[in-house]
């Protein structure tokens, strides 16, 4: 089971490329998609789940042109978009009876079965009789799932789906992708790196709507070995060895300024030699293309 992407592009009105001649072959499993924000992952998201058309290429998935037979593809989808719109007076098991009613389960015991089991696999089932609007972000997002899941979909989309989290939630949250992940495609699509290092195998970056990277995750790393240095320096000096070294990232630890800087040969002054990580994979793939 894959999704097929090929060549796939989209400009809008206002001249902005958002996909530009992607290709991308997603496997079973869960799959990441990484790019900072308007790099293109959510407009690739929204067109694979066909709520926006393409200007040219092609998308297939277990035979189906999802571009051309979008009923046919919705009944293989499930999708947790950034922004889940929810009734906020409604009850987590109302609204879930509602979305599975609309997937086209007419039978109110083989409902009521479904929807009992979705709550209780998301870890919501005693939130039942809850209102919407009273849930954690962490409870909507699950709840997000479990609607994602009505129809036991064989490709799920989820959009940024730990932005906002606390560092419990998003352990649940991933614990869940993961198992939902077991057996069919799951496209996780976010500028969240720990999300994809935690969860994926396989993985792209996007970057003004164009595919920079799509590797098996440990390759992309393994390729990295020996050629990050890292070295503790003062903020002000910054500038002078961003002109001096290919500096792919700083960040700060306990107040301190430290920088990653990529160089196949020791550098020297001071730089030590680290274990890669997907960060310095993104970091460097973003600095070659711009």
């Known amino acids: 089971m894959e999704l097929s992407i090929n060549n796939l592009s989209k400009t809008y009105a206002n001249g902005v490329v958002a996909l530009d001649d992607v290709s991308l072959t997603i496997p079973t499993g869960l799959f990441g998609l990484l790019g900072p924000n308007g790099a293109g992952k959510s407009t690739l998201m929204r067109t694979i789940a066909t709520l926006q058309e393409a200007d040219s290429g092609e998308i297939t998935f277990e035979g189906i042109d999802v571009l051309r037979q979008k009923n046919e593809v919705k009944k293989m989808l499930g999708y947790l978009p950034q922004s889940f719109g929810f009734y906020p007076k409604d009850t987590g098991y109302n609204l ?50 479990a609607q994602a899941l009505i129809g036991n979909p064989k490709l799920i989309i989820v959009d940024e789906p730990t932005a906002g989290l606390d560092p419990e939630e998003r352990v649940r949250f ?117």
């Open 174 to 290: 991933h614990n869940l992708l993961s198992e939902i992940g077991e057996n069919v495609v799951v496209i996780l699509s976010t500028h969240i790196v720990d999300d994809v290092s935690d969860l994926c195998t396989n993985m792209a970056i996007i970057d003004k709507g164009r595919i920079i990277l799509k590797e098996n995750i440990f390759e992309a790393v393994f390729h990295l070995k020996g050629n990050i240095w890292e070295k503790e320096i003062a903020k002000v000096n910054l500038a002078e060895y961003e002109e001096k070294y290919d500096v792919i990232s700083t960040r700060l630890f306990a107040g301190k300024t430290f920088i990653h800087i990529h160089s196949e040969a020791n550098p020297e002054n001071g730089f030590m030699s680290i274990e890669p990580s997907l960060e310095d994979v993104y970091f460097y793939h973003l600095n070659q293309a711009n």
């Open 96 to 145: 879930l009876d509602h979305f599975t009613l609309l997937k086209g389960v007419k039978d109110k015991k083989e409902r009521e079965a479904k929807v009992e089991e979705l709550l209780k696999r998301v870890n919501l089932w005693n939130e039942r009789k809850q209102k919407l609007g009273t849930y954690s972000n962490g409870m909507r997002q699950r709840f997000g799932i």
